[in-house]
């Protein structure tokens, strides 16, 4: 009898001890990840163009390791919305790997999928561009981190940089037309 009083006090002990166990793995993980994505993360492009200063083609130049940081430099080639700088540097995050260009934005898992695009999520809700030294990105800079931000653009034909394009366009002629409405209104 003391046998078996033995065995349940020690299966008991086991129990309670792989139960703490796996409570404390469960409150960890969810504590470095993120459970729910920002609500930002699934943006229409009419929102993204509003909501982002700067939007520029950019080549990848140059790559500097910084602990588990990479920083990729660019180069300018043109501006789409705003001042694009000349130059300007971008952080990501070691280990991703760069998604490609989704056969040149034509894939519909890119337009089907809300969170498709070049970009890692390492649990912290923040999404970090994954980048290639040479190859050229549609970037949107100084906005909200969309997972749509950094896509590789390898020419003008690229469906994502003409739905961009016409996109701002729009937006900038829906602003013009303001514009002249509230002028016309105050004369």
Not at 160 to 173: G, P, Y
Request: net charge negative.
């Amino acid at each position: 009898m003391d046998h078996v009083r033995l065995f349940v006090r020690t299966s008991a002990t086991k129990f309670q001890v792989g139960l703490v166990g796996l409570l404390a793995f469960i409150y960890a993980s969810e504590s470095f990840a993120c459970s729910v994505p920002p609500s930002h993360w699934s943006a229409s492009v009419e929102e993204m163009v509003r909501s982002t200063p700067t939007i520029v083609l950019a080549r990848a130049t140059r790559e500097v390791e910084d602990g588990n940081w990479r920083v990729f430099h660019f180069e300018s080639i043109s501006s789409l919305k705003g001042e694009a700088p000349a130059t300007f540097s971008l952080r990501t995050v070691r280990g991703g790997q760069n998604r490609g260009d989704y056969s040149q934005h034509q894939d519909p898992l890119f337009w089907g999928r809300e969170f498709a695009g070049n970009y890692v999520d390492p649990g912290s809700c923040t999404a970090y561009g994954q980048f290639s030294v040479n190859e050229t990105y549609l970037v949107f800079v100084g906005g909200p981190d969309y997972p749509k931000s950094y896509e590789i653009v390898r020419s003008e034909q690229d469906f994502w940089f003409r739905v961009v394009s016409a996109t701002v366009e729009a937006v900038q002629q829906q602003f013009r037309a303001i514009r002249e409405i509230q002028e016309a209104s105050t004369r």
